[in-house]
């Protein structure tokens, strides 16, 4: 079974800095990949997701994220926060199934804090 | 509508009451997924169905917890003798077709409290 590892739990980030959540997962095979973004009273928005080919992605609101094989990893970075970014980030991974069954695997998430 | 629609947004019940969640998919979208996140933890996945079928329900934490999708587009989770640790947020999520690749999109939740 997938599972998804994020390390870390809160992170302070100054705006105008550069952001960088880390994300490692487990799985057989390349999975899919998925960066969320949670903010208060918001449901889960879709930022980035990575299926196959060019390892570093693009996504809303700025952000790009680089699956590293080698590494089990899937970062998501900012070059410069904005103090709306605030809010909880999910990584996530979906099985490459042949029959589609399941659903996706959550990390337990980042809490990013900006600092004025 | 527009989006992923849940209801009650919100819900108290006291232990041993039955409650149903209902989930409202984005029209034309044949998969439709249930999470459950507790306090401080990411989403985990309870079942997903795809048309009018449960085809990987290996989420469901134990037989209180059952969903329905008996048309193939509006869902109801069901909760039977509720217990404390139910308490959560429930959220419904939907996508064109099923499959660990396909984008999901997903409502605001539905915030439920066992007392």
């Known amino acids: 079974a997938q599972s998804v590892t994020q390390p870390d739990i809160h992170i302070t980030v100054s705006e105008g800095a550069s952001l960088e959540l880390r994300c490692n997962y487990s799985y057989g095979a390349t999975p899919y990949l998925f960066w969320y973004v949670q903010s208060p009273g918001q449901g889960l928005q879709l930022l980035l997701k990575y299926f196959s080919g060019d390892t570093l992605v693009q996504g809303i609101k700025g952000f790009e994220a680089e699956f590293k094989r080698s590494q089990s990893s899937f970062n998501l970075r900012k070059p410069s926060v904005h103090w709306s970014d605030a809010a909880e980030y999910f990584c996530?991974?979906?099985?490459?199934?042949?029959?589609?069954?399941?659903?996706?695997?959550f990390g337990k998430g980042t809490h990013l804090i900006i600092q004025p | 509508g527009a989006g992923v629609s849940q209801t009650p947004s919100n819900k108290v019940t006291e232990k041993g009451k039955y409650v149903e969640l209902r989930c409202d998919p984005i029209s034309g979208h044949t998969a439709l997924y249930w999470y459950r996140q507790s306090l401080g933890q990411g989403p985990e996945f309870l079942i997903y169905?795809?048309?009018?079928?449960?085809?990987?329900d290996s989420g469901l934490p134990n037989d209180r917890f059952f969903a329905v999708r008996p048309e193939g587009s509006v869902s109801t989770l069901k909760i039977q003798r509720t217990e404390r640790g139910d308490s959560a947020v429930y959220l419904c999520?939907?996508?064109?077709?099923?499959?660990?690749?396909?984008?999901?999109?997903f409502g605001q939740g539905t915030r439920l409290t066992v007392v």
């Open positions: 169905f795809q048309g009018t079928g449960a085809a990987d």
């Open positions: 996530a991974v979906g099985a490459v199934s042949g029959g589609g069954a399941d659903g996706l695997t």
């Open positions: 999520a939907s996508s064109l077709i099923g499959g660990g690749g396909t984008e999901a999109f």
